[in-house]
């Protein structure tokens, strides 16, 4: 029902989407048929979400961002301004690929930097944070930094977005929040 979310007058929401409540969707942005948005999420300007496309709760699309088909972001991520995700592999404008669309899926509480490019059939961890302008080519463990083109992984981060520092004992403390994290033998951050 509309008035269960906002949509700016200039908005496009096709037919057959789920947008929910507390939503807010700005300036010239397109919802097309089939996608599903959660509860209070925020849709910036010049946005289109493709079919099928879903959004968890409170996720933050800036301006200029495409999500195509084939994306799945969970509760709380942030996708920066104008990062790109793509769904073929080997796009050909000649060549119609619909059925060979790869999926993206993005976990809870992970942050993409403006101008980032997410290649598609690589999955996000949860809380990892990609740099802006990074080109992430391989899938990304959950608290990785990952920087660079092609992206790399430069540290881990806490839930709260600060770079990790482990000690001698693979312990970290986020000085924001003081909750501690573990970097475990397999090279995975847990918290703890």
Known sequence: ??????????AFID???????GTKIWHFSHIMTG????????IGQN???????????????QNNVSI??????EDDVFLGPSMVFTNVVNPRSHILRKDQYQPTHV???ATIGANATIVCGNDIGEFAFIGAGAVVTKSVPAYALIIGNPGRQAG???????KLAFNEFRIAVCPESGEKYELTSE???IKL
């Not at 029902?1 to 200039?10: G, K, P, R």
């Not at 946005?47 to 709760?57: F, Q």
């Not at 195509?68 to 972001?73: D, K, M, W």
């Not at 881990?156 to 600060?162: K, L, N, P, Q």
């Open 1 to 10: 029902m509309q008035s269960d979310y906002f949509a700016h007058e200039s």
């Open 15 to 21: 037919e057959g989407c789920k947008i929910g409540r």
């Open 35 to 42: 996608s599903v948005i959660g509860e209070k999420c925020n």
């Open 47 to 61: 946005v289109v979400v493709s079919p099928d496309v879903v959004l968890g709760r409170n996720v933050k699309v």
């Open 68 to 73: 195509y088909t084939g994306v799945i972001c």
């Open 107 to 109: 976990g809870r509480g």
């Open 156 to 162: 881990w981060m806490s839930e709260f977005g600060h």
């Open 187 to 189: 090279g995975k951050v």
